[in-house]
Structures are given as C-alpha cells and as structure tokens.
C-alpha cells in the first residue's frame, strides 16, 4: 500500500463507503420483496442473532472488488468467489456461511476488532473444531500449533492450509487424491521457499513436478496435521523407516531399478546396527552414527550417479564420510560395503571369504554332529550288543546247567 498517495487512498475509502451504502439499500430492498414471497423468508438479514440465509451473505459477498482496510492498513479481499465456494467441499455439504461466521448475525457487521490480516486470520483458529475434531486435536500437539502459542504468528493454522471458501475433498473412497498430494508441497512452500527450491531440484522433488506419484511429498515425512520438531533424536531415528517404507518396497523400486536392500544392508552395518537396535531404547540420547539422511542429504537427494553429489562417486563419497571420521583417506570407503550383499563381482574377497565361512562352518559343525552323532550311535549299539550278549548267555544257561544235569 506504500505507493498509493494518501488523498486517492482516502477517496477510495468514500468510495468503498458509498458502495457499501448502496449495498445496504440492494440488501435492504431483497429482504422486503424476499419477505413478501413465502418461499424464501430467509433472504432477510435482520440483527435478531439468528443465523441468515447464504443467499443473503452471497447477494453481498459475491460483488466484485469488496473490501475492507484494516486499522494497520492490510486489506482484506471481501469477495467470495461463487462458483468456486458452490464447487467446494463445504458449499456441496450445505454449510451456512454463519456455521463458521458465527459472530455475523447481521447488517451492519460488528466492527472487526483485529488490527492486521494476519490477526484476522488467526482469530479463526479453533473455528474448524466443532466439526473437525480428530484434525483438530492432532494439530493441538504439532509444532506450527506450539510455535503459535508461543508466540509466532506466522506458524501455519488451518486457513493457511486450507481455504474454507474453495476447499475441495482430499480423501476418496479413504484414500488421497493424486490431484491433492502433488499439491502438498506448494502448501507448505508459501512459508518454507527456500526449501520448497532445494526440494524441487531433488530427485524426489522433480518427480512431483512431473507429477509422480511414487515420490515422497513434506508429508511422507513429516506429517500434516501431527508435524513435529525435526531435531529431536525420535525423529531422527524414526526417519530410517519413513525412507525404508518406500525404498524396501519392490513394487515401487522395481520401476527404477533401485536396490531394495538399503535398510537390511544398512542395519548389519556397523552404523545401521547401533541406529536401528540400540537407539531406539534410549530415544533421548544424542545420535553419533548417521542416519540414510545424513549420507544422502534431506531436502536436495540426489541420484546416486549425479556428478557433483551423487554417492556412487568415489570423491563425493569421501566428503560425506569425512564429516563424522576426519582423518579419512581415499581408501577408507573401500573398507566399507555401502548398501551391497557382498558378491563376487564387486567385493570379491569379502565374497570368498564369506563363501569360505558359508562351506568352512557348515563342514566342521556338521562334520563334528555327525561324528559326535555316529560316536554315540555306536556305543548304543555296542551297549546295546553286550547286554543281549550277556542275556543269551543268561538265556543259555540253564540249558547249560541242564546239560550239566543231564
Ligand atoms: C448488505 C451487504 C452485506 C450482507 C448482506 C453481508 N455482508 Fe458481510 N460485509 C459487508 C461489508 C460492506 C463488509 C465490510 C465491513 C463491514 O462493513 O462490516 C462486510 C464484511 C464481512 C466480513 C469481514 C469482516 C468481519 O466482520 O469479519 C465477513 C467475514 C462477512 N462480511 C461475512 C458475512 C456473512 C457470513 C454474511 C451473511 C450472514 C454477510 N457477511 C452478509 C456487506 C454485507
Ligand atoms: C468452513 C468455514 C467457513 C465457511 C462455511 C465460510 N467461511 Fe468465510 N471465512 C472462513 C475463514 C476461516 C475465514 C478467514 C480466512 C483468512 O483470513 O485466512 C473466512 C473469511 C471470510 C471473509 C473475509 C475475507 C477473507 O477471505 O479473509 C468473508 C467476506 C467471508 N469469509 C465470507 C463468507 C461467506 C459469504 C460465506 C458463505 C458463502 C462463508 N464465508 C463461508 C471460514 C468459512
Ligand atoms: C459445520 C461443520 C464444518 C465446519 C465448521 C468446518 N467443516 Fe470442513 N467439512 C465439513 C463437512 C461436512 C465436510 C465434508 C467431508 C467430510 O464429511 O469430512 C468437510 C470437509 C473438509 C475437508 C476435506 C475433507 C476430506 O476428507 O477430503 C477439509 C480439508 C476441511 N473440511 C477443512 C475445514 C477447515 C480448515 C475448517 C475451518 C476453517 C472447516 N473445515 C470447518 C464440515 C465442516
Ligand atoms: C501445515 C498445513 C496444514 C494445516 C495447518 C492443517 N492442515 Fe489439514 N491437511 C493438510 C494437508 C496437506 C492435507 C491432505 C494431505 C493428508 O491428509 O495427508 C490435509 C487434510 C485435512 C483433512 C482431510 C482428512 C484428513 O484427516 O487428512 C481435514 C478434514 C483437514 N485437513 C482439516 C484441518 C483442520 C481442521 C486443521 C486445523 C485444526 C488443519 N487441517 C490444519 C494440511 C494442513
Ligand atoms: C502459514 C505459514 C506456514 C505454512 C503454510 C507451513 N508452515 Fe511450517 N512453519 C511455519 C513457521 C513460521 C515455522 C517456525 C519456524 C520457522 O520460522 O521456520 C514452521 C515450522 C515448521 C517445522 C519445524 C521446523 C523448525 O525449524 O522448527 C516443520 C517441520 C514445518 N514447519 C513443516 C511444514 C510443512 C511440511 C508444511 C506443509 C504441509 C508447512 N510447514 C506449512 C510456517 C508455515
Ligand atoms: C524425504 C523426506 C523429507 C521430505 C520429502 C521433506 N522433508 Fe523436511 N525434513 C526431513 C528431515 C529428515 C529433516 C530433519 C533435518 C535435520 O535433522 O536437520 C527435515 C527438516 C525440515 C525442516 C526444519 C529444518 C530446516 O531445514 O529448516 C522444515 C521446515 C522442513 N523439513 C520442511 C519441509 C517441507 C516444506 C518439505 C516439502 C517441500 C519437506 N520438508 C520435505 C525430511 C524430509
Ligand atoms: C514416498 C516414497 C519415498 C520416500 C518416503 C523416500 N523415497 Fe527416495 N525415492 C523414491 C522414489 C520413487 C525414487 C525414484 C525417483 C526417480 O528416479 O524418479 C527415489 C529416489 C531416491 C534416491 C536416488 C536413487 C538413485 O540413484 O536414483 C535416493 C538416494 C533416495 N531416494 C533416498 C531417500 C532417503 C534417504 C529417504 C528418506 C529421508 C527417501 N528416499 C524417502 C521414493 C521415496
Ligand atoms: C554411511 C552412508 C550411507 C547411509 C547411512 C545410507 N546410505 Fe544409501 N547409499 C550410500 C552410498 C555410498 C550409495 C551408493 C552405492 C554405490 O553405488 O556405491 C548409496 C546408495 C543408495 C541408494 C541407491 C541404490 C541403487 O540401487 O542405486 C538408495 C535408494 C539409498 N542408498 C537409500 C538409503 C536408505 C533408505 C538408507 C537408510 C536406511 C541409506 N541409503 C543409508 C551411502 C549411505
Ligand atoms: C554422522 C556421522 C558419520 C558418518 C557420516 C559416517 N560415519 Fe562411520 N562411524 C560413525 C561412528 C560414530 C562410528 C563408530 C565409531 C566408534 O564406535 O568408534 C563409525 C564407525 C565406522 C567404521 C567402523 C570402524 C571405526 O572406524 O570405528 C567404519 C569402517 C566406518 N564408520 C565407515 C564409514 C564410511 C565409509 C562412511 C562414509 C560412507 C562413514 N563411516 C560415514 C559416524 C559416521
């Protein structure tokens, strides 16, 4: 509003006064003739507190270029595209205008008591529980709604997300619309830019440009309405399976041709073993060892094949151990089998060795149960020999002594 000189601001003002004016009378005159016709009685607005008809608020609200200039200068945009709001979720579900405006019960409107857009906006925060209870009370515990109450007004609440007026049904038949999710990320980028570029420039970003929906969006990581602080240990931690959801899954994998053993190859990795075993027990505890992130990056993952980045790079490879083992040298990523199962063309000797192990093992314990096994059969057997022995000859004794007799 800075370039606009303070007289015209101020004719503007009469202007915006005498439109409202005459808007008075149009309204006033659609009540006495909607009175009149017994069909319609609720096209009156009258200050009673009961709610009124949206035709009423619509025959108002649907004028081109309404608005209101709030005591801190923002202006508000006062009308209400119809078609959209006739299209949307809560105009095809026969909402009143006043369920949510419950404070306009008539014409003139309540002077806003809010100085600026912003305060305008939050002042509607706990206006979507009563019908939306579940969402609600999950954002209660995220960190915009904490950031919130703790004083940052710019933290996201659920108009920021999500306009009332246009607002069309993200859920069909329980499940998210494609239409919706690629829309995810340009939500979150009217406060996170910065990250919304590093993201789309990503191997998982790009794909959601072209409209893919095999990539992860803000949401497959973080949440929606259930965000929480990213630099807590939990959320590090719990970071390995939100990758592993998707990067052990063949069905989607299998169209990329990526490896599916990232997280199982990971977690026999001395790195993987502490992170995915032990951590989790003690969730509070600072983790040392990285995480898929802390190799692969967050928001700005790229192939494993880039030039400049990409991990199959021996280089780059290098740089991302060296962060945590600084004395690192070109070699020491050899000592290392990254995400393979060790096999004879890539990691030959480890190959051998554990195919050595695999045959050596088997052979000697097999070897010692089966000497141990036959050991003991034959002492039965011999046992088993002599007391039959001893028994004939107890047997034939008599016959003996019979003899003997005879
Ligand atoms: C006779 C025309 C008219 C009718 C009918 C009307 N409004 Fe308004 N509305 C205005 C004007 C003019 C403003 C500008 C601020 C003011 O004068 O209060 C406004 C401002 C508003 C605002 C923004 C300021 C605020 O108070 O929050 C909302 C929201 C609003 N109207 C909603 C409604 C709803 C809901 C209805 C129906 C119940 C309705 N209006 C009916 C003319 C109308
Ligand atoms: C589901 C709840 C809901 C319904 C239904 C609803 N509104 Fe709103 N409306 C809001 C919220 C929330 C805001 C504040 C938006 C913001 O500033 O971010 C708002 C803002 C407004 C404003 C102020 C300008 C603005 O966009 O900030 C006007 C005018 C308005 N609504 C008119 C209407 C009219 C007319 C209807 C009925 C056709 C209606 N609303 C139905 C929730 C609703
Ligand atoms: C008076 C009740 C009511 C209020 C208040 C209300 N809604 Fe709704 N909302 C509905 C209904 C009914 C639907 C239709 C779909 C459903 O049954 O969930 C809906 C649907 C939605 C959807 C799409 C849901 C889906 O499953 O795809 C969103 C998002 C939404 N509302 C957001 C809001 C926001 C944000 C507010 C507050 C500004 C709000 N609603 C206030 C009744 C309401
Ligand atoms: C930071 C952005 C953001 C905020 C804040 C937010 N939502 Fe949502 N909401 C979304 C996104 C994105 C989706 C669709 C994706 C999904 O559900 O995974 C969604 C989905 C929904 C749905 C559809 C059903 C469901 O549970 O997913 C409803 C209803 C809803 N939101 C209501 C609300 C209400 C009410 C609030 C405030 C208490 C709110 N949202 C706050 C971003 C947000
Ligand atoms: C209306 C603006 C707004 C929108 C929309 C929004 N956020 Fe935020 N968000 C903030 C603000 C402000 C903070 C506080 C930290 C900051 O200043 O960066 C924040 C903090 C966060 C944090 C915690 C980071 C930290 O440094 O504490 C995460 C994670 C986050 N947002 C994710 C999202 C995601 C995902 C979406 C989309 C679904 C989204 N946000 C939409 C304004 C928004
Ligand atoms: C593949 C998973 C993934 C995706 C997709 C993702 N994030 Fe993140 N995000 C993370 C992780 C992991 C962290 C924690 C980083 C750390 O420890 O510093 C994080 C941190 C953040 C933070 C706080 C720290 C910071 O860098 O300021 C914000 C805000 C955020 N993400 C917003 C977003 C938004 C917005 C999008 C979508 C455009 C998005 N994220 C997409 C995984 C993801
Ligand atoms: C919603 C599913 C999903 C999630 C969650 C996910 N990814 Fe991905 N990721 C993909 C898909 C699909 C591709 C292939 C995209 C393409 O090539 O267009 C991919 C590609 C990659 C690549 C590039 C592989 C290559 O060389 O082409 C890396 C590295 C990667 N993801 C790491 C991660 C990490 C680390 C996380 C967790 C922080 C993660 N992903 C979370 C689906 C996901
Ligand atoms: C210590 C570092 C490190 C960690 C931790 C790590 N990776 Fe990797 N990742 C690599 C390297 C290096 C490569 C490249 C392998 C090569 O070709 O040399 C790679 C390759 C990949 C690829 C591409 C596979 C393919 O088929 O081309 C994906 C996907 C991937 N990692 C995902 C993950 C996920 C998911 C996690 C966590 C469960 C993870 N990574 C943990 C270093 C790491
Ligand atoms: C986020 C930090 C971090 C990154 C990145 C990292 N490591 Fe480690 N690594 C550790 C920690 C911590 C240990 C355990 C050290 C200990 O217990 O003495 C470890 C242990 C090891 C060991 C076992 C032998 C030893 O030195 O204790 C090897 C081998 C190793 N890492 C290789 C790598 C390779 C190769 C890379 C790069 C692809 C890498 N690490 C990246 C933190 C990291």
Not at 9 to 34: E, H, I, N, R
Not at 40 to 48: D, G, H, K, N
Not at 285 to 312: F, M, W
Request: proline share 5%; glycine share 6%; with cysteine.
């Amino acid at each position: 509003m800075t370039g606009i000189p303070h007289s015209k601001t101020k004719s503007s003002l009469w202007l915006a006064l005498m439109l409202a004016g005459a808007l008075c009378l149009v309204a006033a005159l659609a009540a006495f003739t909607g009175s009149a016709r017994a069909d319609s009685p609720a096209a009156v607005l009258p200050q009673t507190g009961t709610p009124a008809d949206n035709a009423a608020c619509i025959g108002c609200h649907q004028q081109a270029n309404m608005t209101l200039k709030l005591d801190k200068g923002d202006v508000l945009n006062l009308t209400v595209d119809l078609p959209a709001w006739e299209a949307s979720i809560h105009g095809t579900s026969g909402l009143a205008c006043t369920d949510c405006h419950a404070s306009i019960t008539g014409f003139p409107h309540d002077k806003v008591a809010v100085q600026t857009a912003r305060d305008y906006t939050l002042q509607y925060t706990e206006t979507c529980k009563q019908c939306h209870a579940k969402e609600s009370s999950e954002q209660d515990d995220s960190i915009h709604a904490m950031l919130l109450k703790e004083g940052n007004t710019n933290a996201a609440t659920c108009s920021d997300c999500h306009d009332p007026h246009t607002q069309k049904l993200v859920y069909v038949d329980g499940k998210l619309t494609d239409e919706a999710r690629v829309q995810i990320p340009v939500t979150c980028s009217r406060c996170h830019s910065a990250i919304y570029d590093q993201y789309t420039q990503s191997v998982h970003g790009a794909g959601i440009l072209e409209g893919n929906p095999d990539v992860p969006t803000c949401a497959d990581c973080h949440g929606v309405h259930t965000i929480s602080d990213p630099a807590t240990t939990q959320f590090k931690l719990s970071s390995v399976q939100s990758c592993a959801k998707c990067h052990t899954d063949a069905s989607i994998m299998d169209k990329y041709g990526l490896n599916t053993n990232v997280l199982s190859t990971y977690v026999t990795d001395f790195h993987g073993t502490t992170t995915v075993l032990f951590n989790p027990e003690n969730p509070y505890e600072q983790v040392n060892k990285p995480v898929c992130y802390d190799c692969h990056g967050i928001h700005n993952i790229v192939s494993i094949d880039d030039p400049t980045r990409g991990l199959a790079v021996k280089e780059n490879i290098l740089v991302t151990c060296q962060r945590c083992h600084p004395d690192a040298t070109a070699s020491f990523p050899d000592s290392w089998l990254s995400h393979y199962t060790p096999s004879a063309e890539n990691t030959p000797l480890i190959f051998y060795v554990q195919l050595f192990y695999k045959i050596l093992i088997p052979l000697v314990l097999g070897g010692m149960a089966f000497w141990i096994g036959t050991d003991i059969f034959r002492k039965i057997r011999t046992r088993g020999k002599a007391k039959s022995h001893a028994e004939t000859v107890e047997v034939e004794k008599p016959a003996e002594e019979k003899g003997k007799e005879d």
